[in-house]
């Protein structure tokens, strides 16, 4: 072989070599921008709640990264040697003890009695009331206010207050504004409208709904990121500037983490014990009061199921996980919440009796205004929205509200139609 074959087959050699490792380049790229899809839809898809699945990880998802921070718009990754005390990303939390549930019960009461405050400031004679005086009158109040909450103790400061105790964010979050805020009695409100005939009021009710609640937590997140400026820039210790001192003591040491579970289940069963009375004293008379007594009874039980289904969040669908942005647990919630809801209203206007109305109304407010949620739900809508992939924020919400819709059209509107509601 020649001096010019020779360097012939160099030259081809080195070409195929540099087509070789560019096409190498180019599948690690194309794969690392999979798996940063991967990562970011298991992400959003977990901005809300995961459910029980945070007793048994350290936050981490099936992707082995911690939960996800919004920086300029996109959602990233958090690697859990990047944490530290002073700069905690705002969607960080941490790992917290079995003795959750319990706080996040303790929190139920609490929530029934703002709700029912917050509705009753909007009582019957305003725009929305339900035609049969119930304790639905409107629910937006209450949406509206838990939205912006959750901007700051869901969000913001989340992180920050799970440093101190893991059992107070959740407890605030899952627990408190979790359940403050109802999918259900809004799905009903549009059902209701469109038994009376008013269409547009209704579609203007998804619309005008969505969007307060979407600006709600926007303006919460802003004004946290504003105290959380003014703090820094005063030399104020805000509330997320606990003392070493405090932090020693933290709820997930065993003794600690007895004493407290100790604790609540101790307040649980004393405000079981308190307002079983009440709802009995109460029961055959009737009235707001009675129903009131009884959703504080059986909140906690929605709060379980919604917690319990959190699970499905960042799982996606079948084995091989498809559509892993969906938050399927806070959907089925959402969907199941609202669906019982339809079907429970549909017996009360049935049955027509003052026991019925009591039970139904009690169990209507507290269990399955517990078991939906739309602080949870539109911080994942916010995620979203935040995200690379906007159009995925929408397409949840459509989802969510067509699903509700539809089988409450059936278990609801379609009696409705064809025997007619007095």
């Known amino acids: ?56 990880s350290n936050r981490c998802s099936a992707s082995g990264r911690s939960h996800f921070s919004l920086d300029n718009g996109s959602v990233v ?20 003890s079995p003795s959750v549930d319990l706080q996040t019960d303790s929190e139920e009461n609490k929530k029934v009695l703002a709700r029912y405050c917050l509705q009753k400031l909007f009582g019957p004679g305003v725009i929305g009331a339900t035609s049969d005086g119930s304790y639905m009158y409107l629910d ?17 400061f989340k992180g920050d207050i799970s440093m101190v105790s893991d059992q107070l964010a959740i407890g605030l979050t899952t627990g408190f504004l979790g359940s403050l805020t109802t999918f259900s009695g809004w799905n009903q409100k549009v059902l209701d409208l469109c038994i009376e005939g008013h269409w547009i009021f209704a579609a203007l009710a998804i619309f005008i709904g969505l969007f307060l609640v979407a600006y709600s937590i926007i303006f919460g997140i802003e004004t946290a990121k504003g105290f959380r400026w003014l703090c820094k820039h005063s030399n104020i210790k805000s ?45 055959e008379s009737g009235g707001s009061k009675a129903q009131l007594f009884l959703a504080c009874m059986v909140g906690p039980f929605g709060v379980w199921m919604r917690w319990f289904l959190a699970r499905f969040n960042g799982r996606g669908l079948g084995i091989a996980g498809h559509v892993k942005w969906m938050p399927l647990g806070t959907l089925a919630a959402n969907v199941l919440a609202a669906s019982l809801m339809a079907a429970l209203t549909t017996l009360k206007k049935t049955v027509k009796t003052k026991s019925c109305d009591t039970a139904v109304s009690g169990i209507q407010f507290g269990l399955l205004g517990c078991l939906s ?11 979203m929205r935040e995200s690379l992939h906007p159009w995925r924020a ?21 009696p409705g139609w064809t025997r007619g509601y007095d």
């Open 394 to 414: 929408y397409a949840y919400a459509m989802v969510t509200f067509v699903l509700s819709f539809l089988l409450g059209t059936l278990v609801y509107l379609v």
């Open 239 to 283: 509330f997320f500037g606990i003392p070493t001192c405090l932090r020693a003591c933290n709820l997930n040491k065993s003794n600690c983490l007895l004493t407290i579970m100790a604790m609540f289940l101790l307040m649980l069963g004393l405000l079981w014990g308190l307002f079983g009375a009440l709802a009995k004293n109460n029961f």
């Open 140 to 156: 937006l109040p209450s949406n509206m206010v838990g939205s912006f909450l959750m901007g700051w103790f869901g969000v913001v």
């Open 77 to 96: 990754p958090i690697q859990d040697n990047i944490l530290s005390s002073t700069s905690l990303p705002s969607h960080l939390e941490k790992l917290p």
């Open 373 to 383: 949620t739309v602080s949870t739900f539109i911080a994942e809508f916010h995620a």
């Open 1 to 56: 072989m020649d001096h010019h074959s020779l360097e012939m087959e160099s030259r081809q050699s080195h070409s195929f070599g540099r087509l070789s490792a560019a096409n190498s380049s180019r599948r690690q790229s194309l794969s690392s921008a999979q798996y940063d899809d991967t990562i970011e839809s298991e992400s959003v898809s977990e901005a809300g709640d995961i459910g029980d699945r945070i007793l048994h």
